[in-house]
């Protein structure tokens, strides 16, 4: 029992709803979710030592015991989660002071914010599962107003079909609940592990089970299910676009690992290797139509997509070292995919357009500016000391040892395509002649935005340098997932 | 009562697979609409269905009792749909005046792709 665990969803919610009584003030709005973002990253930081050093953190909600009432449960990898999206939340939240109008700020941006990260936060941290869509359907009622705020066409129609799509994805989520329960009789997730483990007949739990994949695949972007995507982060405002491409995306891939970690692992040959293979499908696709495209920011989504890929690979391979691999390119892609996001905010203020073809020469103009994205670009494709390269080869390295020699050749492929689209980027927007009939903005209006994303770009930096600490931290949040019982002892 | 059920549920779900798939944006609402239903009573299914009694148990009194988790769950799933479906038809008709037109083959939006 700790009522710590609690506060990452209390603070935004109470912030969140402080900040509905004040949207005509911005300097209120501002400070006050500042504050509250630098606090939830605190107390995040908090959660995490606590969870290292004593073990797995439950609470019962209203002390109702535990398979009847609703659990909220820390471990390693949830903390680490809520570590990295907190993280991500102040960064892209101190850019949107600098980037978005008032007439958005206005109109409850903040406080739409800080309801996406209460959801966010609830996703992490529950242990149940009917809980969980709860808080899915939470940050994605935020997710829809964030990206249809503004009114602009183009907003609008993808609006509806991303709102679409999700809710769909809401309604499959409650059928697989529904067998689930109709099965096992149970909503806890500890308690469901067990009940599945015991149930005789499973095959309509394995039925449910990739119901479920379904589900957070179409959230987290998985192979069949990305093509909505890439159209609606574009149409997002980029602090908008960076919240949702650097942690929207992955609460499904953390949910998908829960779940197939804690309770479905009994057909570990069967579920897992449909895993793998849509993780091979995903990364190549996503980065062929990265590869395709001429906009800073689709090309961008597009690589959301192909990144999710080598997290699931991890999955596929259900090993610790893989496992840790995934954690590790998580936390890892995160901060970076975040980062790019952000540098193409910064590139969209500078130039005005997002198109590559109306940009050049950003390298004499705005240096700075190129260095970043120079740094974040060869990150993400995976290059020595940077953090890309290491979560990368613990994945590599983890599907040799499986034997799954085509996933790892798929994988590096992509590695070497990732590459090539960025230098694809770096070679329109930053070098070349600078563009006549579309010249830089004048004058120093950006700098204010560059903190927050030089602060990714040390980040991504430091953690490839002292990777050997953070690569422990991953491999012991792994082992944490493949060994279920500690969960299960710890919540019931 | 299950089986009765199990058609109803069937029929609901076509029903909304079907409007779903439809171009109008307000039919596709509809649908939306309709495959809530679908899923609300397969939860409400999902706790087997029994007549007559209260979802309480009394101690010591051997007596049968209906589950009242999957109505709480129903309970929820309708409160976020019901919010979700308002936010829809506003957003509809916020597309519908800002495009001119509802039918979704004209909402394609990207011309190069």
């Known amino acids: ?492 | 009562m299950e089986l009765v059920i199990s058609i109803t549920i069937g029929i609901l779900f076509a029903v909304s697979v079907y409007l779903l798939l439809s171009r109008s944006l307000l039919r596709v609402i509809l649908g939306t609409a309709m495959i809530s239903h679908a899923v609300h009573l397969m939860l409400l299914s999902s706790g087997l269905l029994k007549r007559g009694a209260p979802p309480f148990l009394i101690k010591g009194a051997q007596m049968s009792y209906v589950d009242p988790l999957p109505q709480a769950l129903i309970l929820t799933a309708i409160v976020i749909s019901f919010g979700v479906t308002a936010f829809l038809l506003v957003l509809a008709y916020r597309a519908y005046q800002e495009l001119g037109s509802d039918d979704l083959n004209e909402l394609r939006g990207v011309e190069d792709e």
């Open chain 1, 1 to 492: 029992m700790s009522n710590l665990i609690i506060m990452p969803v209390l603070l935004p919610f109470i912030t969140g709803i402080i900040l509905l009584f004040f949207h005509r003030c911005l300097l209120v709005q501002r400070v006050l979710s500042a504050v509250s973002a630098i606090a939830l990253l605190i107390l995040s930081i908090y959660i995490l030592a606590v969870v290292r050093a004593e073990g797995i953190l439950t609470l019962a909600i209203g002390d109702f015991p535990a398979p009847f009432g609703i659990i909220l449960v820390a471990d390693l990898f949830a903390a680490i989660m809520m570590v990295v999206a907190s993280l991500i939340s102040l960064v892209a939240l101190f850019f949107a002071f600098g980037m978005m109008d008032q007439g958005r700020e206005k109109h409850f941006f903040y406080a739409l914010w800080q309801i996406q990260i209460m959801g966010i936060a609830g996703a992490f941290l529950t242990g149940d599962l009917f809980n969980l869509f709860v808080f899915f359907e939470i940050l994605l009622i935020a997710s829809y107003i964030l990206l249809v705020l503004g009114g602009e066409a183009g907003q609008l129609r993808e609006a509806f079909k991303y709102t679409i799509i999700n809710l769909m994805s809401g309604m499959m989520f409650l059928v697989a609940v529904a067998v689930i329960y109709s099965v096992t009789g149970t909503l806890n997730m500890a308690d469901m592990a067990v009940k599945v483990a015991e149930a005789p007949q499973k095959g309509l739990l394995t039925t449910a089970a990739l119901v479920l994949l379904a589900v957070f695949g179409l959230k987290g972007a998985l192979f069949p299910m990305y093509f909505w995507l890439p159209r609606s982060y574009f149409e997002a405002p980029s602090p908008v676009a960076t919240l949702f491409g650097g942690v929207l995306t992955k609460v499904g891939v953390y949910a998908s690992i829960r779940v197939f970690t804690l309770i479905f692992n009994y057909d570990v040959s069967y579920t897992h290797t449909i895993i793998l293979v849509l993780s091979g499908f995903t990364m190549f696709l996503g980065v062929l139509g990265a590869l395709s495209q001429m906009d800073f920011k689709r090309l961008l989504a597009y690589h959301i997509i192909s990144q999710v890929g080598y997290m699931v690979m991890g999955l596929g391979l259900f090993t610790p070292l893989a496992l840790a691999g995934s954690i590790f390119h998580i936390a890892h892609n995160m901060i970076v995919k975040s980062c790019l996001f952000l540098v193409s905010g910064l590139t969209e203020t500078i130039t005005g357009t997002t198109s590559l073809k109306k940009m050049g020469g950003l390298m004499k103009t705005h240096p700075l500016v190129a260095w970043m994205f120079f740094i974040a670009g060869i990150s993400m494709a995976g290059v020595p000391p940077l953090s890309g390269f290491f979560s990368k080869f613990a994945l590599i390295k983890a599907g040799l040892l499986e034997g799954q020699y085509f996933i790892v050749l798929v994988a590096l492929v992509v590695s070497f395509m990732t590459m090539f689209s960025m230098i694809k980027i770096f070679r329109y927007a930053y070098w070349g002649s600078v563009s006549k009939e579309n010249p830089p903005v004048p004058g120093n209006g950006y700098l204010k935005l560059v903190p927050p994303v030089l602060t990714l770009v040390v980040l991504t930096v430091v953690i490839g340098l002292s990777a050997h600490w953070f690569f422990q931290l991953t491999l012991e949040a792994s082992e944490q997932l493949m060994n279920p019982a500690a969960y299960i002892k710890a919540v019931l």
